[in-house]
Structure formats: C-alpha cells, structure tokens
C-alpha cells in the first residue's frame, strides 16, 4: 500500500524517481515509465478502517476511534479518528510523496483549499465492498463515498476550474482499501451472509461489487488506481478469539477466503487493465507482508504479534479500546498491532517500506 515520488534527478535520486513509479504503475511482472516532469498532485482514498482518518467521527454508530488511547503517539497525542496509535497508510502515502504529513477526513469541517487540492479520504471504518457490511455497521458504503466524490469535484471545479479538475484527477494517486470487514464481519463473525453464500460465491460478490466501483471511480477521472488485497484475516487478534480455538491460533478459514478473494481481485484488475487502457488499475499484496511480520517478528524487532496493545490485545477495539482498558501496553513498538484488529502505526510502515524495497529491487 505505498509509495514514493520526487523530481530530482541527481545520481543520488534514482531509487526515489523509482519509487514514484512504483506508486502509479508497479506489478511484479511489469512497469510503465512517467515522463520525467510528471508529479502526483493529491492523493484521494476510499475504503474501511485502514484508511479512514476520522470520517466516522460524526456519525451515529460504535466503529469510531476519536478518543484515548487512540492516536496516542500522533500530534501531541489527540486522537483523530484513524484506528491506531499513530499514522495510517494513507498518511505515510501522501508523506513519501511528499505531499503532506496527514491525509485528512473528507467530513472534517475545517477542510482548507490546499487539503482539497492535495487530497483527502473519503473512507469510512466498517465499510466493505458487500452493501451489507456498511448497513450492518450504520457507516458509509462505497456509494456514500463515491457520492462525496462527486460532491468534492464539484468544489474542485468551482475553485480552479474545469480543466485544472481534471488534470487533477487524471494524475492523482487513487487508493481503495476494502474487504477486510466483508469476510471477517459480514460473512465469518455475524453469519449474516453466510446463510446465503458459500465462501466461492461471496468472494465472487464482492470482486464483482469492487469492479464496479472501480469503474465508476474511472468514470469519475481516475486513472491510477492502487487496490490492495486482503490481509490474512485468520491471524487478527480479534479473530483469533473468536475463531481461532482455544489456543487461539490463526483461524485457517478466514485466511483461506482472504485468498480465495485476493486471487479473483487479481485476475478482475488484470481484466480491467486490458479493458480500459487509458487507466491503470495495480493490484497491491498486502496479505504476504503482514502474514511475514506475524510469522516472523523478530526480523522487525516485533515481539508481540497475537494480541493488540490496547487492553488484553484479545477482543478490544473501537468502543472497547478506550482510556479505561486495563493492560494497556506503553511502548506499541513492540507490538503488530494495536487493537485487535488493526496494526500498530510502526507495523504498517515496515510493511510499506517492504513492498517499496521489493519493487525497487525488482527495478535496478
């Protein structure tokens, strides 16, 4: 999930120049080259949790994170809305950019002309590609955020005009993160479709549903879009309670329809990308990296990987991750995640920086 791009073009440059290219155009197997003079304006995001810094703050449900221990070790502290301790992917995104440092809430009031222009998230935690899953959480569905959007590009428009807008939009980095909450939520922990489907037949919902909204993101002007799998669900500590048996070992079903469903996104991008030409649409494997760090922590100085920081590490989040959750951990470094179902702000810069390693070296 992540990226970075610079103009320079010293000797000393040439992984930077790589890692912007990376961000808009890298697949294990190919890559396309920007004109040297090309830049990334904004970053724009749509998604769940792992994106989503606060757009949550003012609705009516339990899927917030706009109090303590939240945000602890971000900005002096003040918890923001974002589900960690610190930054999320988007923030270090549009930081390796160098954009800005934080990518803030579309639904923040106090949104300034330059947040507009360099990007803003329209995510909203507990939100999924399944229409059900946003219903079932009271969040915004992907519809909610493609209808902000629209609204957004209006303002655009009124702002810098018609043309500007659209160059806007044709350069900007897209970056949707979703599925997460339809297998681990909406299939496997309230069962509510999996009366209706078998694990096949859901996954096959949710590609179709994320392959429209991609075509309607397209419709809309995008044309670098980064869609990132699945992780491996099964090894969350919160499903690790609820399914993971005694033991509480990483449930092996959740993980399987994780890779059932980032296999099918895959090929459905792929078929994107042959459909739709004047577009990229680049598929991002976030699930091997995290199932690395939970695997294998000590390469990372990770020493905590089956429980969160916050409380017992078990069950705790949203609501139940809050000031008077005993247990809570000082030092989150440690630890991959921070509540029970989202890593800590260190993990998911390990893991960006990883993914950029691995696709600098695919390069030179």
């Not at 598929?283 to 990296?289: A, C, E, Q, S, T």
């Not at 905590?304 to 959750?325: M, R, Y």
Request: hydrophobic share 40%.
């Amino acid at each position: 999930m992540v990226f970075l791009s610079m103009e320079l073009w010293s000797s000393s440059s040439i992984i930077v120049f790589f890692l912007s290219v990376f961000i808009i155009l890298c697949t294990t197997e190919a890559l396309v080259k920007l004109p040297r003079n090309e830049t990334v304006p904004a970053v724009l995001v749509f998604g769940d949790s792992i994106v989503d810094p606060g757009n949550n703050n003012n609705l009516n449900t339990l899927v917030k994170s706009n109090f303590p221990p939240y945000g602890r070790d971000l900005m002096g502290g003040v918890p923001t809305g974002r589900f960690s301790n610190g930054k999320i992917p988007s923030d270090f995104i549009a930081e390796a950019l160098g954009i800005k440092e934080l990518v803030p809430p579309y639904s923040n009031a106090a949104l300034q002309l330059g947040d507009l222009l360099t990007g803003v998230s329209f995510a909203s935690s507990g939100s999924g590609f399944d229409p059900m899953t946003p219903k079932l959480a009271s969040v915004l569905s992907l519809r909610d955020q493609l209808e902000m959007f629209k609204e957004y590009i209006r303002k655009l428009k009124r702002m810098v005009g018609v043309e500007r807008t659209n160059t806007i939009l044709s350069k900007s980095l897209f970056l949707v993160v979703a599925g997460s909450d339809d297998i681990a939520n909406s299939y496997f922990d309230s069962r509510v479709q999996k009366f209706q489907y078998d694990v096949p037949a859901y996954t096959d919902l949710m590609v179709t549903s994320a392959a429209s909204f991609l075509k309607e993101l397209y419709g809309l002007g995008a044309r670098r879009t980064v869609v990132t799998s699945a992780p491996p669900l099964g090894c969350l500590p919160s499903q690790r309670s609820l399914a993971g048996g005694t033991q509480r070992e990483c449930a092996e079903g959740h993980n399987e329809a994780a890779k059932l469903f980032n296999f099918k996104l895959s090929s459905r991008l792929d078929s994107l990308n042959a459909n739709f030409p004047q577009a990229k649409f680049v598929y991002v494997d976030i699930y091997k990296p995290l199932l690395d760090l939970i695997q294998n922590p000590q390469k990372s100085g990770f020493e905590v990987v089956d429980k969160g920081c916050c409380g017992s590490g078990t069950i705790e989040v949203a609501v139940l991750c809050n000031q008077l959750s005993p247990f809570t951990c000082e030092d989150a470094s440690t630890y991959v995640f921070w509540d029970s179902y989202h890593p800590t702000e260190r993990a998911y810069k390990v893991i960006i920086d990883e993914i950029i390693q691995k696709c600098v070296d695919s390069l030179i």
